[in-house]
């Protein structure tokens, strides 16, 4: 048959949620997942800003995104001013069940937006902020963030991390916002709910996932989810919420702890750490997860509830 007498096969599916079928990210990024959850959760009714970052992804390219809901692509330092305005804007025209979305990693929210964050959560703007937490500056080639695990390596800590990571969920509670939450990819259920109370408190809310990459941490593409949920068993991420800057809650316990080992051996990040080193970051996980413990039970006793 020739050529021109060829028949031609055209393919065209469309999304099931917000997302388009292809997108650019690496193999194995936890990234994807959260956008597509978060989105989904969300619906239609929502405006997204995105800054520069692995996020930018979504935005597209020229007149293409990879989106099918409405949004802006910001500077690194003011996701949270652009979604404010936004939000602002809504309300004056009496459209203020939008719902108005920054979505931003860790590097355009712990470090470099966050005067802008903090901004808009003192104002009380209500917009939803989601934190997708990769760990570093991971689309410019792998940088040390604030957010930067303890001894990880990166191009710009080469013998590891030598300090501790921000604890910005306490920065936010420290704002008194009407809702703050961890999650994580690793356990999308509690991510879900988590959304859906952001959605409808009725106010600022905050929510910082934890979004494992491959690329930048050293593992295989197929691990994404196991990292995910190691973290949480090794109570490197414990999930929890904070409603109103005060009332905490667990949200996912972890009775019997795995070791920390156990996550570190499986990232190439942290693969020339000695023993005295792994023991180091297993000591301050354990300290920071006494610190959470300690506001649980200090809530429980204000509230005439029995400890263990």
């Known amino acids: 048959m020739s050529e021109t007498n060829s028949p031609v ?22 990234l994807e997942l959260a956008m597509r959850v978060v989105t989904r959760v969300l619906g239609r009714n929502t405006v997204i800003v995105i800054p520069p970052g692995c996020a930018a992804l979504f935005s597209g390219y020229g007149n293409q995104t990879g989106l099918r809901i409405p949004g802006f692509q910001g500077n690194l330092e003011n996701t949270a001013a652009i979604a404010a305005g936004i939000k602002a804007g809504f309300e004056v025209q009496g459209r203020g069940d939008i719902n108005v979305l920054g979505f931003a990693g860790d590097g355009a929210t712990v470090d470099i937006g966050l005067q802008s964050l903090s901004g808009a959560f003192e104002r009380g703007d209500a917009i939803l902020y989601v934190c997708y937490d990769n760990e570093g500056y991971m689309n410019t080639g792998i940088q040390s963030s604030g957010s930067t695990m303890y001894q990880a390596w990166t191009k710009t800590t080469p013998a590891g991390k030598t300090v501790p990571r921000k604890n910005v969920m306490e920065i936010v509670a420290a704002h008194r916002i009407p809702y703050a939450a961890s999650a994580s990819v690793g356990f999308v259920d509690d991510l879900r709910k988590k959304v ?48 109103d800057g005060t009332k905490y809650r667990i949200t996912h316990s972890i009775a019997r702890p795995k070791k920390v080992e156990e996550y570190l051996r499986l990232q190439a990040r942290f693969k020339n750490l000695p023993d005295s080193a792994i023991a180091d970051v297993q000591n301050q996980v354990d300290q920071e997860y006494e610190v959470l413990a300690t506001r649980l039970n200090a809530q429980l006793t204000g509230a005439g509830s029995k400890t263990s």
């Open 196 to 243: 859906e109370k952001a959605k409808s408190c009725g106010g600022p809310s905050y929510i910082h996932i934890h979004a494992p990459c491959s690329t930048g941490w050293g593992f295989e593409p197929e691990k994404t989810i196991t990292l995910a949920r190691l973290a949480v068993q090794t109570r490197v991420w414990p999930l929890y919420e904070i409603v």
């Open 9 to 30: 096969l055209e393919i065209k599916t469309e999304a099931k949620d917000f997302v388009a079928h292809g997108v650019s990210t690496c193999a194995g990024c936890g």
